[in-house]
């Protein structure tokens, strides 16, 4: 099955460390699914990642404007006023396109899936009819340290409590 055919997914994960990488390992997984992952990033996060990204890769990556002048400050505030006044309207553009491109065999726009600091592609997903689903990158993590405990406990590094050891 040719990418224009396979249902896309716009996955969209909050523009800081820890959120991309878990986003880019689900697209991954849905590509060995026969989706077509599309991960969108502003532009400054894109230009960051795509000398990584594989030649051939079964991933579309996109970077939408943020607004934000070149040189200024991508601070947690300036990317908040981005996220809710300018990347929606890029993201909305970007779904336009999509459709037009559907209407010449490529692949309909299955889901949106978010990560959930980035709720501003929530509503961008319902405005236009699309279904969203939730994502939390922190699950992950936080089942590894789950995971971890009882290893915790055999070094000594917390008592079987829950206590930290290392604080005596």
Not at 50 to 69: A, L, V
Not at 130 to 154: C, K, N, Q, S
Request: include cysteine; proline fraction near 7%; glycine fraction near 8%.
């Amino acid at each position: 099955m040719t990418n224009q055919k396979r249902p896309k997914i716009i996955l969209v994960p909050y523009p800081a460390q820890g959120h991309v990488t878990p986003i880019v390992n689900l697209a991954s997984l849905l590509a060995r699914q026969s989706f077509q992952p599309v991960v969108v990033t502003p532009e400054f996060i894109h230009r960051s990642i795509s000398h990584q990204i594989g030649r051939g890769t079964e991933i579309s990556f996109i970077g939408i404007p943020d607004g934000i002048q070149e040189g200024s400050p991508r601070d947690f505030f300036a990317m908040e006023r981005a996220m809710e006044n300018i990347l929606p309207k890029y993201l909305e553009k970007l779904v336009e396109k999509s459709r037009k491109d559907e209407e010449d065999g490529g692949g309909v726009i299955a889901y949106f899936i978010v990560d959930l600091l980035a709720s501003w592609a929530i509503k961008v997903g319902w405005q236009c009819g699309i279904p969203v689903a939730g994502f939390w990158p922190a699950m992950v993590e936080t089942y590894h340290l789950i995971a971890a405990i009882p290893d915790m406990i055999r070094t000594g590094f917390i008592s079987d409590t829950g206590e930290f050891l290392y604080l005596r």
